[in-house]
């Protein structure tokens, strides 16, 4: 690690004192060889920001978490928890190009496929991995999908079986309140399928 002015550097990424992911790393690297979970690491994040630049830290969800993980800076002891032990793994970061994120956006329509959402409602799209890119999910179109940001933080912090559970039981809300008793029918039927596989 080599501190220069307001940037350190790690494992030859360089990061600012002051932003987000590099408090985020300075939090783990403050805490080296101890384990910590996602809300642990940007709690402290999420003050030591404030305190530095009088900003909010926007990504509670653990975005900056997962950014490290991913870039082989930090490991993954567990599920939803991390540790910075100084070693470094390769990058696991496999990014779509360009155009396959317009590929991706187009094939949906411009609608996250979980909720619905555009940008037209709002909706910021991204285009992501379905199987993720820390377990290896290619930058493969077959792999991709359309999720709005809300939906995607809600996919990366929950397993797919939590996630899926999640998003039928938002669908079946739905369903109720538009007295759609087909539709109602057809979710209870896929959560009871959960249950079967002790899923939920």
């Known amino acids: 690690m080599v501190n220069k002015n307001d940037s350190f550097e790690v494992n030859g990424k360089k990061f600012s004192n002051n932003s987000q992911i590099g408090i985020t790393l300075k939090v783990l690297m403050n805490n080296k060889d101890k384990n910590l979970t996602t809300s642990q690491i940007t709690t402290t994040a999420a003050k030591l920001y404030k ?3 009088g900003n909010d830290y926007a990504e509670i969800t653990g975005r900056h978490v997962r950014k490290l993980f991913q870039d082989g ?3 993954r002891t567990n599920k939803g928890i991390f540790i910075y032990n100084g ?13 396959q994120i317009k590929q991706i956006l187009k094939r949906d329509n411009y609608r996250c496929v979980c909720c619905g959402k555009s940008k037209v409602d709002g909706a910021l799209l991204t285009a992501d991995h379905m199987d993720p890119q820390w377990a290896g999910g290619p930058a493969d179109i077959s792999n991709g999908q359309t999720l709005c940001a809300a939906c995607e933080n809600m996919k990366s912090n929950y397993d797919v079986y939590t996630f899926g559970k999640k998003m039928f039981l938002k669908y079946l809300k739905k369903a109720k309140k538009n ?11 896929i959560l009871e399928v959960f249950k079967k596989y002790n899923r939920i």
């Open 51 to 53: 305190e530095k630049t």
């Open 73 to 75: 800076l930090i490991q």
């Open 87 to 99: 070693i470094f793994t390769k990058s696991k970061i496999n990014p779509f190009t360009a155009q």
């Open 179 to 189: 007295n759609d008793k087909d539709t109602e029918k057809f979710i209870l039927e």
